[in-house]
Nanobody
Framework: QVRLVESGGGLVQSGGSLRLSCAAS???????MGWYRQAPGKQRDMVAL???????TYADSVKGRFTISRDNVKKMLYLQMSSLKSEDTAVYYC????????WGQGTQVTVSS
């Protein structure tokens, strides 16, 4: 059983910053992890991915603004978001692949213009 719990979302003004965290518990290893987001009425899209050894992939829309990182000892995943835009408003989900994808419940990020 893998449990992922996101935190750190909230309301921020355009141009501001937020740091999302994802705590993993249960039978977790060091599999690939990532952040996805889903805006109202839209599909869930990849934001950033990180491998077990720290290789990263970003969506073009967040390159240079977001940074994904992980702490395998603490079993934590992070997403540092800066220069936030209104189009970054969405529910952000943490995902871990352990043979199958495990998802958190999501945390709301709202960027006001």
């Amino acid at each position: 059983q893998v449990r992922l719990v996101e935190s750190g979302g909230g309301l921020v003004q355009s141009g501001g910053s937020l740091r999302l965290s994802c705590a993993a518990s249960g039978f977790v290893g060091n599999g690939p992890m990532g952040w996805y987001r889903q805006a109202p009425g839209k599909q869930r899209d990849m934001v950033a991915l990180i491998s077990s050894v720290g290789s990263t992939t970003y969506a073009d829309s967040v390159k240079g603004r977001f940074t994904i990182s992980r702490d395998n000892v603490k079993k934590m995943l992070y997403l540092q978001m800066s220069s936030l835009k209104s189009e970054d408003t969405a529910v952000y989900y943490c995902v871990m692949n352990m043979g199958r994808d495990y998802w958190g419940q999501g945390t709301q990020v709202t960027v006001s213009s």
